[in-house]
């Protein structure tokens, strides 16, 4: 039987996505395992959710080093004394300096609250919101050196609805996240994707 992947999750804040992949983990729909969550903010309740589940949890804080060159590669450290062979972004606020994403390509998967490309950054939701589509949603993909840039893996679609508000729509969205992040998970726990060039093929992809 094969070894479940090991995974290390980063996290700073509610940790709803975390909390997404421990349930589908235990559920024994995941043939992956949380080695460790490391957060950068010491309360974030991301933290109480891996404790309470019997998570290893280590908080590493980016204002205890000179460069962030120099955090991330302590979470580098870190991330492999647990043998962490895929890192998953679960609201991690913080920008990742290009040799830890060199470090880790193709290891590292972040989730986005758009249909990337649309709407990169900060309040996606708010963004897609007040420029009036009609669809939106959200993506894993994995991580490159851009601002949520890399190839994607899987994407879901959220409607806006016309009595919806910013708050209602990212609820919305935040569901759809709690689907596909394990999902993706998975695929890569499977070896079941193949990366070519920007294009992630898939077993969701039509035949």
Request: glycine fraction near 6%; charged fraction near 20%; charge should be negative.
């Amino acid at each position: 039987m094969t070894s479940p992947l090991p995974v290390g999750v980063l996290v700073s804040g509610s940790g709803t996505n975390l909390q997404a992949i421990i349930d589908q983990q235990e559920a024994g729909l995941l043939s992956a395992e949380i080695k460790v969550v490391i957060s950068n903010v010491k309360d974030a309740y991301a933290v109480k959710r891996a404790v309470n589940h019997g998570i290893e949890v280590k908080y590493i804080s980016h204002k205890d080093f000179v460069s962030r060159e120099a955090f991330d590669a302590e979470l580098t450290n870190v991330l492999e004394s647990y043998g962490v062979q895929l890192v998953v972004l679960a609201g991690f606020m913080r920008l990742l300096s290009t040799e830890f994403v060199s470090h880790w390509s193709f290891r590292l998967i972040n989730i986005h609250p758009s249909l990337l490309p649309a709407f990169p950054g900060l309040n996606a939701q708010k963004q897609a919101f007040d420029h009036g589509v009609k669809i939106t949603g959200c993506s894993v993909f994995f991580v490159d050196e851009g601002m949520d840039t890399g190839p994607i893996i899987i994407q879901a679609s959220v409607p806006v609805m016309s009595d919806d508000t910013p708050e209602l729509l990212a609820s919305r969205i935040l569901q759809e996240e709690h689907r596909i992040l394990p999902i993706a998970i998975q695929w890569i726990a499977n070896q079941s994707i193949r990366v070519e060039g920007r294009r992630v093929y898939t077993p969701d992809d039509p035949q």
